[in-house]
């Protein structure tokens, strides 16, 4: 019996774009209730999603498909079919980088030149993917150019704001929805869409998928103009890149004067107009969004005449964090060649398996270039890395953290993943050659490493070395 909340009457929703926003966006919309085909333009990752193929590492993705697949969700490469059927059609494909840095729209309008044809009753079309401002106002004119009637359609934003790794729950329990519309008509069609995550139904029936938190009393639901939507997700992108950006321009000072980032970032995110989160200093922000997003950013200020030079700072002090990472290692190691190096992390962060500007494939490039071999471990990403970097006779990728350890001179913690925190440290110190850690995310306690006998240099935090009885070993090489 499907006792899932329906929205009255359900949206015939299409969703062009089966990557991570696209196939995320798909499931949860089928989830609340809806009726929805997802289009890609990909053959053959169709044919995958319709045999039941999961083609994301995301938690509760593999079970959402299971329940919906083939039912309220189906895949399509046949974008025209799908329009027709629609009322509202979500854009969700790529916006990657160009090469001078803006957005590349041109997946965006080549999806829109598509639908025009098929606007032959009114339909809202949805921008998700991550766009610069004004972005609707192309969309509309390239409608129009090609053949759709004003009164068929609306373009509205409704930025995504899900973060890899707990997509479906950012999306059935979010901060906030935002829809940016300029017409009331799109606006009523869209609080359909999302009434059950607005007045909370979904959280009341029985199967709903369990969440972070109490939304009994429905989401956050912010209206604005399609201008202030699409900067809203550019915005606040850039300002958690921001407060990274700043925390660890911070935890550089403390190197600088020998404190603890640690502590400092404690105090500051104790007042409640700053907040604790995003202030982990590290190796500095990859992925597919905020690197991109920070520039694109930028770029679009630029070219409506502001110069928003506190975000080419931003991306300054986040590619530094690698060099200061590298160069702890040269400190630790002093020569790198025919060192061999143990790599914790391959993706950009944990709880996912995307290496896209993920700071370990940096470090691994540059380790190998020095002339080190590399034996790196990920509990998810192996396959994606081993598709950027191969494995050669500099590069091994291996089943575990202790393999990855085993006679490294120095073992590199670049990912965030939990389990590396609870690893056996006496065993770790054992099976080094030199014991050796540098870690980039800051996952252990000076304490316990210095107990353990290790050599550990993290981020922003006073060097620290073991007691004297644990220095033989590097002593006597
Ligand atoms: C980010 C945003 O958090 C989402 O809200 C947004 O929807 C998404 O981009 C997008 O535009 O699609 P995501 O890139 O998945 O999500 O990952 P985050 O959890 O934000 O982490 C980004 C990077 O910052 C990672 O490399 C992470 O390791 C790093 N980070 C994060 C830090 O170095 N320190 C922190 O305190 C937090």
């Given at each position: 019996?499907?006792?899932?909340?329906?929205?009255?009457?359900?949206?015939?929703?299409?969703?062009?774009?089966?990557?991570?926003?696209?196939?995320?966006?798909?499931?949860?919309?089928?989830?609340?209730?809806?009726?929805?085909?997802?289009?890609?333009?990909?053959?053959?990752?169709?044919?995958?999603?319709?045999?039941?193929?999961?083609?994301?590492?995301?938690?509760?993705?593999?079970?959402?498909?299971?329940?919906?697949?083939?039912?309220?969700?189906?895949?399509?490469?046949?974008?025209l079919a799908?329009?027709?059927?629609?009322?509202?059609?979500?854009?969700?494909?790529?916006?990657?980088?160009?090469?001078t840095?803006?957005?590349?729209?041109?997946?965006?309008?080549?999806?829109?030149?598509?639908?025009?044809?098929?606007?032959?009753?009114?339909?809202?079309?949805?921008?998700?993917?991550?766009?610069?401002?004004?972005?609707?106002?192309?969309?509309?004119?390239?409608?129009?150019?090609?053949?759709?009637?004003?009164?068929?359609?609306?373009?509205?934003?409704?930025?995504?704001?899900?973060?890899?790794?707990?997509?479906?729950?950012?999306?059935?329990?979010?901060?906030?929805?935002?829809?940016?519309?300029?017409?009331?008509?799109?606006?009523?069609?869209?609080r359909?869409?999302?009434?059950?995550?607005?007045?909370?139904?979904?959280?009341?029936?029985?199967?709903?998928?369990?969440?972070?938190r109490?939304?009994?009393?429905?989401?956050?639901?912010?209206?604005?103009?399609?201008?202030?939507?699409?900067?809203?997700?550019?915005?606040s992108?850039?300002?958690?890149?921001?407060?990274?950006?700043?925390?660890?321009?911070?935890?550089?000072?403390?190197?600088?004067?020998?404190?603890?980032?640690?502590?400092?970032?404690?105090?500051?995110?104790?007042?409640?107009?700053?907040?604790?989160?995003?202030?982990?200093?590290?190796?500095?922000?990859?992925g597919?969004?905020?690197?991109?997003?920070?520039?694109?950013?930028?770029?679009?200020?630029?070219?409506?005449?502001?110069?928003?030079?506190?975000?080419?700072?931003?991306?300054r002090?986040?590619?530094?964090?690698?060099?200061?990472?590298?160069?702890?290692?040269?400190?630790?190691?002093?020569?790198?060649?025919?060192?061999?190096?143990?790599?914790?992390?391959?993706?950009?962060?944990?709880?996912?398996?995307?290496?896209?500007?993920?700071?370990?494939?940096?470090?691994?490039?540059?380790?190998?270039?020095?002339?080190?071999?590399?034996?790196a471990?990920?509990?998810?990403?192996?396959?994606?890395?081993?598709?950027?970097?191969?494995?050669?006779?500099?590069?091994?990728?291996?089943d575990?953290?202790?393999?990855?350890a085993?006679?490294?001179?120095?073992?590199?913690?670049?990912?965030?993943?939990p389990?590396?925190?609870?690893?056996?440290?006496?065993?770790?110190?054992?099976?080094?050659?030199?014991?050796?850690?540098?870690?980039?995310r800051?996952?252990?306690?000076?304490?316990?490493?210095?107990?353990?006998?290790?050599?550990?240099?993290?981020?922003?935090?006073?060097?620290?070395?073991?007691e004297?009885?644990?220095?033989?070993?590097?002593?006597?090489?």
């Amino acid at each position: 019996m499907d006792l899932k909340p329906q929205t009255n009457p359900p949206v015939n929703i299409a969703v062009i774009g089966s990557g991570y926003v696209g196939l995320i966006a798909s499931v949860c919309l089928a989830e609340i209730g809806h009726s929805v085909t997802c289009v890609d333009n990909d053959t053959a990752k169709v044919v995958a999603l319709q045999s039941g193929e999961v083609p994301i590492y995301e938690e509760r993705l593999p079970e959402l498909l299971a329940r919906h697949r083939g039912q309220r969700l189906t895949f399509s490469s046949d974008l025209l079919a799908a329009v027709r059927r629609a009322e509202v059609i979500f854009i969700a494909v790529g916006t990657p980088q160009s090469p001078t840095g803006e957005a590349d729209l041109s997946y965006v309008e080549a999806s829109v030149r598509e639908i025009a044809a098929e606007l032959n009753e009114y339909k809202v079309v949805v921008e998700k993917s991550t766009v610069p401002v004004l972005t609707s106002r192309w969309i509309c004119r390239t409608l129009l150019f090609n053949g759709a009637k004003q009164e068929n359609f609306d373009v509205i934003s409704n930025p995504e704001f899900l973060r890899e790794g707990t997509a479906i729950d950012d999306f059935l329990y979010p901060d906030r929805i935002v829809v940016g519309a300029d017409a009331e008509r799109a606006r009523r069609i869209m609080r359909r869409v999302y009434q059950p995550l607005i007045d909370g139904s979904y959280f009341g029936a029985p199967d709903h998928v369990p969440g972070s938190r109490d939304m009994s009393g429905g989401v956050r639901y912010i209206e604005t103009s399609a201008k202030s939507a699409e900067l809203i997700k550019h915005a606040s992108n850039a300002f958690l890149a921001l407060k990274i950006s700043f925390i660890n321009a911070v935890s550089n000072i403390c190197e600088l004067v020998g404190t603890d980032i640690e502590e400092v970032a404690t105090g500051i995110g104790s007042d409640s107009r700053i907040g604790p989160k995003f202030l982990n200093a590290g190796i500095g922000y990859g992925g597919s969004c905020f690197p991109k997003d920070v520039r694109a950013f930028y770029k679009i200020a630029e070219s409506v005449g502001y110069d928003f030079d506190l975000l080419k700072s931003v991306e300054r002090i986040n590619q530094n964090q690698l060099l200061c990472f590298k160069k702890k290692l040269n400190a630790a190691l002093w020569t790198l060649k025919g060192k061999q190096i143990g790599v914790l992390g391959l993706a950009f962060k944990e709880g996912t398996d995307d290496v896209r500007e993920s700071p370990a494939i940096s470090i691994i490039k540059s380790l190998i270039e020095e002339g080190c071999c590399v034996s790196a471990y990920d509990p998810a990403a192996i396959e994606k890395a081993r598709k950027i970097i191969p494995e050669n006779g500099n590069l091994r990728y291996v089943d575990n953290e202790f393999e990855a350890a085993r006679d490294a001179h120095a073992l590199l913690i670049v990912t965030e993943w939990p389990q590396f925190a609870r690893l056996d440290l006496n065993r770790l110190h054992q099976i080094m050659r030199y014991p050796v850690v540098i870690d980039g995310r800051n996952l252990f306690s000076l304490h316990d490493m210095a107990a353990a006998g290790f050599h550990y240099y993290s981020m922003g935090r006073p060097l620290s070395e073991p007691e004297s009885s644990s220095r033989r070993k590097i002593d006597q090489e």
